[in-house]
């Protein structure tokens, strides 16, 4: 029972030697990689670059107790790290304690919302954010993040959370470049895209096994750190206008507590949410992936708790919102780690980075860190997913296309809110007006197929509808609508028959729609009869009148209620047979 | 072309001497029953008794040019009523200028909502509003409109648009009841309840035929009406404290301009979206059930033109919000009205009766007025349907349940809201977690049932889940989860087989996890196969990668799929063989 919601006590039972090899051999190349990344992300976050460091070792071990994931890394993620910008922004300008004060409140709303609606099993909320307006909002953050990071590249100011005000700001300020800052940024980053692309068929080429290979490749981040600080310091660039690093102090995370302002806790409630359900969709996707290729099971409900504990930790030990993050953790995975305890150990190797060397990177270049930025967010940009998206279906298309715009253009909080609420509608609209087809009898079959796309036959007094969705209270109305001009059109009909094989549901409204229907079609002198009702919808049409107040009958196939009532021009001889239905053990 | 749009042209070309002859004979009944209902209605609304019957004379006439139901009565109705008391409450006092200007302005701000709703066919958006939602709320208005005209009956104050503020005042003011007040209230319900049940058996018995019996009980108010009055000025009870309804003045509706006041419109937008929708759903009904009864049709998006023409026509006349009523269109309907000209000369008699009848009405006390209005709203509670609903769906229940009680405690919009907002969530609660059932074929036939309920051949190799709900982002990540937990207990299995017999559509979500299934079951060692997809989900499905990627088949039949897995050892053999589809015509 404990074990559920303590799954440190699951795996900690199991522990061996080996086990522990294998976790500390990952362990260290995590830390390796995620030393620049930590520093990039809380630049790119406007934060000072040891809050990166700090919030990637309390949250992972927080996260190793009580997440479900074996694999999964948790820490500083790029859009996560947008999104604190953006959020946090509007209490101050970055850097500054405000903005500060303002992430760590951030990290503890996320924090508090993750566990509470682990608690309460609302991760299904979740399920709001569609593949498409998830992947539009990763491609239009990537696009924003890139932008954003060709300043530091430049060596000018810009600014904005939005294209607009970016780009209106990176071409006033474009005259101020500085030479030797685009070089070493231009010089890294066409290594690290080298480095991404070429350097591992090279080393394959070269005799060495595809996993080796592929870790020294992820590990290039490092090599452009060495070298761009060597270049820094050898050519003495700073007093050149080579923005650095500078002095981070050399400690462990300091126990920091989150401010308690109302009106604070107020103003940011609504993109810590935001952020954490996005957070939480990125991370159980990677999770479920991992977890998968192992024939292992991740619970979602527990893994909002691991987050949200990862994130109130984060809070509490001068950190921000922390997710769990797609780069990281295949690496953790492909580098061979078996249990959180690898977490665990990546937590120490940071904490011994943040206490002894951090001095080294004093002279790191920024141009440096923002070129490692931008090769990772420029592979979340996928434009390959958008014309995907084109051809399969408009609606989701739509969807993808405003969530995409209206994040470009607004920001990223206005793009995730626009995106739910167009999918939502959309998603409602089609449920308003579902598929629907008028059937007939396939010949010298018992199927019944759509009129208008076969050969089938019909009977002028009958006429059957198949409508290919379940009856809510969103599609109710059109129902009533649908029927009664199928029989406006057709004078001739006195038997209507519904028929219900792809009625997964009926609900309330429906019912009562149906009921209306009844009754409308008897004042026009017609019969109503259903055929095909699926069993849990029957169980369900039980408790309600209408089966005793149907002016026709219930048919347990289609092909039985057209034969019926083809065969019975004396429409008294149609009465409601029970006994059939209880005959076939189906009531 | 035309007529769609102005459907006066469509029946005004046929109309003869005997159409007019039934038509006059409804408007006449119809005109006597609206006097003293638009005089109750306006009071309810905390307006001067007039504005109810300006709100029936233009309103009449722009909807009978606009609106395509050949019978619905057009005008002030109760729900809306109380809704414009809640709403125009917020700007100042009942009865204060700031209040009827305000009440100008939503019948406005209404009208012009309506039109925009069906130029952009938007009517759709009514479907949010389900049947448990609208019974519910309009029980609960019910409820509170009979609680506030107790106020009259006993001839104290009271105000309150929920019930615990106006049962405090109530209480608070019931010492100060007037008696005389109260022996006329009293003796005014009891009549009207006694018409309401007991008059029309009474005439049948006496010989009367069914239709005149039922029409002349209907006129039972315009005799309370006439003998209140009478005993009022008789007795000169006015000067004992029973108050009455005053000088109106003889006039046809005045021209009013709304006020066009940004800030009162923006104040007054959301109560005027709720008021447009609830109205147009009541009106729709209303219409939708009488057309059926002589198989004509009505447009619902031409419908909202009409209300909403008849809105913005009453905003111009001194009116107020106004829609379709049940109770005159009823009426109007068995009277024999045939076209909306019956509405146009209804609208005519109330004209003369502003212009002439006004002087008799100054004496007319308002505890009958309210008596009138509590026998009406009292047949609008409806109980029966709670507990129909209770036994029928938990879920539907709950939004009703919710509707009825904020409706009674915090008031009508956060009524509405509530319900709504339910709803929706209930609804994409129970898409998320779809049913599905783990299926084996039913042995000698070729059903495949669930498991858990019949005794069924299964394979340890195979598994086939069936799922009974379409495929969309809501419960694509449960359907990860889902097929990921089945594999998960089962480690014999090689073979999953998705059943999508009532898989109606399939989004990009959805694809998006049925392509990770197949990847994550690929690195399992087991392969995916669909069958029984439906034709059109099928369609779509061409359109993507999924067929190509599959590691498994796509088959026709579900039996076909277990046959050809069963006797299939080596899986090479499996192979997508789409020659079947396209020799079947399916493709």
Do not use: C
Not at 261 to 274: F, S
Not at 434 to 446: C, D, F, K, Q, Y
């Amino acid at each position: 029972m404990l074990d559920r919601y303590l799954p440190v006590l699951a795996w900690g039972r199991g522990y061996n030697r080996q086990t522990l090899v294998n976790d500390g051999v990952a362990a260290g190349i995590v830390t390796i990689m995620l030393i620049p990344q930590s520093l990039a992300y809380a630049m790119l976050a406007g934060l000072p670059p040891e809050v990166g460091l700090y919030a990637s070792i309390l949250p992972i071990i927080a996260y190793a107790i009580f997440g479900t994931s074996r694999t999964l890394a948790v820490g500083p993620v790029a859009v996560i790290s947008l999104m604190t910008l953006a959020a946090a922004g509007t209490v101050g300008p970055p850097g500054s304690a405000e903005f500060i004060a303002a992430a760590l409140v951030l990290a503890l709303l996320s924090g508090l919302i993750l566990v509470l609606m682990g608690v309460l099993k609302l991760g299904f909320l979740a399920n709001l954010l569609s593949h498409p307006v998830v992947s539009g909002f990763i491609t239009a953050s990537g696009i924003i993040i890139a932008t954003s990071q060709l300043k530091s590249i430049l060596g000018i100011q810009a600014s904005g959370e939005a294209m607009p005000e970016l780009l209106t700001t990176l071409a006033r300020n474009i005259g101020a470049t500085n030479l030797p800052t685009l070089l070493i940024g231009s010089a890294s980053l066409v290594f690290l895209f080298w480095v991404r692309k070429g350097l591992k068929p090279t080393l394959i080429s070269l005799g060495m096994p595809a996993r080796p290979a592929d870790l020294t490749a992820k590990a290039g981040p490092i090599a452009a750190v060495a070298v761009s600080t060597f270049v820094v310091v050898a050519f003495d660039l700073e007093n050149r206008g080579v923005k650095v690093v500078g002095d981070i102090p050399q400690s462990l995370p300091p126990l920091t507590i989150p401010l308690f302002d109302l009106g604070l806790w107020q103003q940011l409630l609504v993109p810590a949410l935001l952020l954490s359900v996005i957070g939480f969709v990125e991370s159980v996707s990677v999770a479920q992936t991992l977890a998968a290729k192992r024939r292992q099971r991740i619970d979602p409900d527990q893994e909002l708790i691991g987050l949200g504990a990862a994130n109130i930790a984060a809070s509490f030990s001068g950190g921000y919102p922390v997710t769990g993050g797609f780069a990281r953790s295949v690496v953790n995975f492909d580098a061979g780690a078996e249990t959180p305890a690898a977490g665990a150990m990546t937590a120490v190797g940071i904490a011994i980075a943040a206490l002894f060397l951090t001095p080294l990177l004093a002279s790191l270049p920024i141009a440096t860190l923002a070129a490692t930025i931008i090769v990772a967010v420029l592979s979340l940009v996928d434009f390959g997913t958008v014309r995907n998206v084109w051809r399969y279906s408009r609606a989701d298309f739509a969807a993808m296309a405003a969530t995409i715009l209206v994040t470009l253009g607004l920001g990223v909080e206005p793009g995730v809110v626009a995106g739910v609420a167009l999918s939502l509608a959309l998603l409602l609209w089609r449920t308003s007006r579902p598929h629907a087809a008028i059937v007939g009898r396939v010949p010298n079959t018992e199927h019944f197929r759509n009129v208008e796309r076969h050969k089938v036959i019909t009977d002028p007094r009958i006429v059957t509808i198949r409508i290919d969705e379940s009856l809510t209270y969103l599609n109710a109305r059109w129902l009533e609508e649908h029927v009664l001009e199928v029989i406006a059109e057709r004078p001739a009909v006195r038997h209507l028959i519904l028929m219900g094989s792809a009625i997964n549901a009926i609900d309330a409204s429906a019912l009562e729609s149906l009921e209306a229907i009844n009754h409308r079609l008897a004042d026009a002198g017609i019969k109503l009869h259903l055929s095909e009702v699926k069993g849990p919808v029957m169980d369900r049409l039980r408790r309600s009148h209408l089966p005793g107040d149907l002016t026709g009958r219930i048919f347990l196939s289609q092909d039985d209620a057209f034969a019926t009532l083809v065969s019975s021009p004396d429409d008294e001889k149609i009465e409601q047979r029970e006994d059939i239905w209880l005959a076939r053990g189906l009531i």
